[in-house]
């Protein structure tokens, strides 16, 4: 890309770098026990939790698989599983 | 109109500050800068002048305030000198580089250590590489205009740089003369609001100070030089338009002094070319063609212009109160590296001169034409920098 | 665009910046920014935050941002403040969002000045104890006995063997208002006490622990129960000082030792092999008890 002055530049664009190559492992909602509490929106460091219509769902193009959702949804609704290539 | 009234050059300076219009100014005190933040303090408790005045802890933090407040889209300004202005070094060459315009006055000292507080030009030009475009100033007439000249060049959306108007410290910042002043509507109409390209805005965020791979940081810093490269153009403009306002021309990014025919043409910057103009005269009164050429705008390196002015000339002697350790002095060295590889070059001889305040007065001036002639006359090799006025007897 | 596509694009601070898996310092930035809103200007001094959010071309921010140096997040912000403020924009905020390296050590001098100055800047250190954008050097906020790549544990050394600067208690001693301990644990009171220092105009303080999986050595998806066991052995003391006055303590309902706290991270390791820290344990229950006593952090 080319230079812009003084190297500044639009807020979002990280949004074109997809973290969701980062993962070993990915979350996995199982809705049937999800509460829709939102613990797992709130304590993605990746803004990779969005709730649809009270559906909880995982945002795989930045989810690193970090596994904090997991850990901490009391429901223990979230499942992690080995990231398949 | 202008009216005129005899001025501390330090008030000269905070009076062109306040007709800038700063939003943002910041201040910490270090002789012998520091009366110029307190002319613009007394202004403001008098209630003569509407800015943020930021009382910071140190250099590092003048020139950091004033880097956010020209980010937020406000004019804005700070004063240093010597020590003050190389703890601030890695704020300029930041804010250069983040293309943050703003002004900054640079009262020339010595550097420490041994320290000391008279003047010589070490301090901003150990800053010549950071980006920061530099002026330097012979009177407190020419402190008042540039400076607000200086506001224009800085904000120019082709230049976008931090500028420096780099003026002697104690001789100019502490004599009086006689200033002639500008009307605030002939300034205001001359410079207009602060205009920014990019700035720091709620309604279109955007990011500064990214970083940058090895595939990018070139480009950037090659931009720097284009905009410098640009400015000497447009510098020349600007001065000339305030010129024309205030019909005073201190002429453009050097003044040629009697380089007509001079066979001697001596280069100096600063304070002393007022002293070095006389003993020019003097000279020529005697038959001797000599002449000179000042150095008002420093970085950029006006070589086209000295080049106009020098090309006929033999030898030219640059006068410089700044040396680079290990090597020689910086002035000197600029131009020698223009001149390079040019068949029709004149010599350059380097003089090291009142580093420290040592006097530069009529006499070493006539020194140092005649070490040039006698130079010329031996011929090759060309000495090492020449200290004048050193005094070996006390050296060890 | 799908929901989740606007929302990234509304987020303040989005997706795609390259934080480490389990990173406590993106969590609290998603937070403070959802606590303050748009209508702020983000100052960032080199650190962790700096570095993975802003390589050339890609940045997260949703608000405008600017990184300048290492020491003067304080200083930049002060004099955007003072921009603002000549500008009579009263509605638009100023934050620091700095680590402990530029907030402990080389920016001291600045957010002393800033602080005394009493300029409208909310300063939110994330503390992860370390430079840990270089790989984990020692800083004044690094926990004692805590093992850096410039202290290290070793045949002769057991780590860090002076305090940690108590940060709060100097701003505090500068006279400023609000300061306040957070932690990525609670992630509700973050937003409530960003919340509260925004209210009044000024310079707050905010200091936010925010554990560190690469760092401190645990699995990425412990990041907030590392810091819930932090503030519930007494280490990490959770509170609100207004105007030099401890006015509000998060308490713990049943203190655990602090080796549970200790033994969860590889930068304590050392305290545990044979019987080489017992001592040093003993001195950093002593602390978290004085902390416990200090701060009333027993319910």
Redesign the interface.
Known sequence: ?S?T???????????????GS?RDQRPVIHEDLCKACGQCE???????V?V?DEVY?I?Y??C?????C???CPTEAIE?VPEEK | MNHIKVVEGSEAVALAVKACRPQVISAYPISPQTHIVEWLAKMIADGELETEYVRVESEFSAASVISGASATASRSYTASSSQGLLLMTEVLYASA????PFVITGVNRALSAPISIQVDHQDTISLRDSGVIQFYVESSQEVYDTHIAAFKVAEDQGI?LPVMVCMDGWILTHSYERVSFMEQEEVDSFLPPFQP??FLDVND??????Y?EDD?LM??KY?IHEAMQYAKGRIKEIFSELAMVTGRDHGGLIEAYRTEGAEVILMAMGSMVGTVKDAVDEIRSEGKKVGLVKIRCYRPFPFEDIWNAIRGAKVVGVMEANFSMGSEGAVGMDLKAKLCGRPDAPLVLDFITGLGGREVNKKTVGQIVQKAEEVLNSGLPLPESHWVDLNPAILQ | MS??QI???E?L???????C????I??AV??ILKATGKNVIVVTPTGCLETF??P??????????IHHLFENGPSVASGVAAALKAQKQDSIRVLVIAGDGSTFDIGFGAISGMLERGDDVLYICTDNGAYMNTGGQRSGASPTYSSTTTDPAGKESLGKTQMMKNLPAIVAAHGAPYVATASVAF?KDLQKKVKKAMKSRGPHYLQIDTPC?SGWGF???????IGRIGIDCGLVPIFEMENGKITSARKIKKQIPVTDYLKAQTRFKHLFSADRGVDQLAELQLIADENIEKYELMS
Do not use: Q
């Open positions: 890309m230079i002055l003084g190297a500044v530049v639009k807020g979002g664009t990280s949004l074109d770098y997809k973290t980062w709130m304590v993605c460091p990746d803004s990779a969005y649809v769902v945002d193009d930045y690193k698989g970090c596994g904090l997991a850990y901490e992690m | 580089g983040l293309r943050l976008l390209v990019n965020p955007k990011t500064w100070g990214s940058a990018v480009e950037f931009a | 929901i989740p929302a990234r694009k987020a601070f989005t997706s795609g910046h390259r934080a898996h389990g990173c406590g993106a969590l998603r937070h959010s802003s050339y071309g890609y940045s997260p921010w949703g608000v405008p941002w992630l999986p699995p990425p998806e412990r990041t907030l129960e």
